[in-house]
């Protein structure tokens, strides 16, 4: 299955297809330089199998973890590049999760002032979301993804053969994203989802996710408007990852924020799904760490936030709140 | 005088004229936290000028030099927005040379992914060049701009009464950049030059410098194509300022690397007007260093170098060469 992202600036096409990790030499244009960027995390038979594919491989393991997404990292990443004399031609390709994705397509941003960069994600969150958007960066001093740029890839390669390797608790974070697409913008796959009807297809999963992350962006390349619905989860969710320094992966922490942004009848719903995926429904962070995180974030401003609440299932929409308004959601969100 | 600047993905006003600094509130938008970037070259009187113009104005003063343009000042510049909470509706303000351009111009760019940038250049080099287009980077193990973005202002504000504090060799590295314009593009100008006409009329110098540059610009914003005619004097002027380590200022770089790209007779007329100014005309620097810089500019490739050459004045035209006759016009470039 494919999709081309049309974008004002730039096209791409994103292939959805088991084993396509063996065709990235034909989908991509690899018969030149390519700073094959992965971590510790992602099994080395599949960066092998695509490092065989490039003309001049330059592959670089990075440790694990969203500690690594940093500036230190990015400027590693061009010396080596330099150092191996990349000219404007040359190429940038993330294998791995989202953090090989948004640390490696910054530094394809930056490098030369921009060049060539593919993303072939290999976990489920990344394949569902933070694979289309083109949206890179690393943190600075716990802020998640303050520093970056919006750089499109030149094609993207999902490959649900992946996930077959893909550790539960990755899996289930994944989900968390696709139910919070499918909770603001398609009822039908909530509902599939409930049912359990699509767990064994990933395929189809990963694709219905992108179809309405793919309608969303198209909108709004630079999040000024439509995008941010996609933000479902993410405004207490960014608070609550950065508060936990670590503990919680990132759709684990959007798992928690998406419930208090629903009303009561959803709420219930949902938590019965993330449940059963084994995602946390509650933390026990203190408030005023969450909400000093929030307020910190991008997204906010010093006249509110624009928050994005879900009463019924596919019918997400965004809202101009006050700071009050939106720290008696956090305090009203779970018990401490 | 107005230019306005025309691209696919902004457009954005030049300001030039004499006094316009004490303007700046009414010809840009300052009512919010603006990040004011400047170094310890710049007369401390203007930056108080334009402070006193913004409404949360926060002064990051930097040292002075080329060395200074860092990924690590990057950060500091990210990080002190961070703390100053500054959100994505705030701005970022360049008020001094090409340096702080280029690095506060490329923290705009990357700070949440980018936010509003005004450049208020006060080094006639600046003002005839790095203030439009929109290149913005820092340099990284020796090699210049490597690291970077494309990011239009929002607004240029050029005051010419700035120049009356610039020191003479800074004025004339302004100058080299002039002439450059001129000799690629504009046969009028450069006899103007020669006649030198337009040196007590920097207004009009720079207007006319800008408006060679709007052309080519909004031709080709990302270097393309026809933008490379602006290379003029570039390719060897960077290997030698690479290799001069901060020896030889920008301007002083392209007078030297100009000469050889020239044809026998505009070589003896631009080498004569280089004089006057007191610019240099060759350096003692030895060929292979420069030669070693050069190869590993961003602009190089494997095949060889986009060059620019000047055969009558105002004719500058691009043609591609190889390495081996790129090594030959530096070698009989000047006697080592």
Known sequence: MKLEIHLGSAS???????????????LLNLNRKVLVVTDQGVPGSYVKRFAAQCGQPVVQVLPQGEGEKTMEQVTVLCRLMLEQGFSRRDCVAAIGGGMCGDLAGFAAACYMRGIDFYNLPTTLLSQVDSSIGGKTGVNLDGVKNIVGAFWQPKGVIVD????STLPRRLWAEGMAEAVKMAL??????????ERGELEDRPEELIFRALSIKKAVVEQDERESGPRRLLNFGHTIGHGVESAAGGGLFHGECVAIGMLPMCSS?????????????????????????????MIHDKKASASGFAAVFVDQPGAGYVKQISHGEMRAILDGGWPN
Do not use: H, M
Request: hydrophobic letters at 40%; glycine letters at 6%.
């Open 184 to 193: 603001t913008s398609d009822a039908g796959l909530f509902e599939q989802l």
């Open 12 to 26: 791409y096409p994103i292939t959805v297809e088991r084993g396509n990790l063996s065709q990235a030499g034909n």
């Open 265 to 293: 009848q959803v709420r219930s719903r949902l938590a019965a799904l993330l449940e059963k995926w084994g995602l946390p429904t509650r933390c026990n962070l203190p408030k005023d760490a969450v909400w000093q995180a």
């Open 160 to 163: 649900p053969d992946t996930l």
